[in-house]
């Protein structure tokens, strides 16, 4: 079971000192953001295959909205997405990504999740998926690496828990800019 990033013990707070599961430090300890790619990564995460740390994104989408003569809005305005950002250390999927970026070739699925410590265990809170992907810029300064990449579908899902930690459900969204098309996730 591999539970070490960059020589540190993911659930301590020293290095090489197992945390046990059950304090904040745990959570503080654990990356708060995965980039998940079976196509481009190998897990030293416990739980969380084909993941490794970022350090942050950027995603989101508009609608373009025109109006009419009467000044109501259009109903057929397009939803457009914003290429999502992802922010990480260099690694050995850097020369991966920029493969990617020269070929042209799509990348079925990306994934970003958020993490939390939930009774002393590391948990997804929000699970964000694209499918389709065609990386669309790459960018390194020093031994950080930023790529864009745009998709076909965007799905966003949250995970629900109640006050004692106990999980309630999913809430979420399935959008495919192809066909303009939403599904609820429940």
């Not at 503080?28 to 790619?37: E, G």
Request: glycine share 10%; with cysteine.
């Amino acid at each position: 079971m591999a539970t070490k990033f960059n020589g540190h013990d993911l659930f301590s707070n020293k290095k090489g000192e197992p945390g046990n599961g059950n304090n904040d430090t745990d959570a503080a300890i654990t990356p708060q953001f995965l980039v998940v790619c079976e196509d481009l990564f190998d897990s030293e995460l416990d739980g969380f295959d084909n993941a490794t740390p970022c350090e942050w994104f950027d995603v989101g989408s508009s609608r373009f909205i025109t109006t009419n003569d009467a000044g109501g809005v259009s109903r057929d305005s397009k939803i457009v997405g914003s290429d999502p950002v992802i922010q990480m250390k260099y690694g050995s999927w850097g020369p991966l990504i920029q493969e990617y970026l020269y070929s042209g070739k799509n990348i079925p699925t990306i994934g970003i999740r958020r993490l939390s410590c939930i009774n002393g265990t590391k948990v997804i809170i929000q699970a964000i998926d694209y499918e389709t992907c065609l990386v669309k810029t790459y960018r390194q300064q020093e031994d950080l690496i930023e790529f864009t990449f745009s998709a076909i579908t965007a799905q966003d899902v949250v995970t629900v828990y109640d006050e004692k930690g106990t999980k309630q459900g999913n809430l979420g969204t399935k959008f495919d800019y192809s066909t303009m098309l939403i599904n609820a996730i429940s």
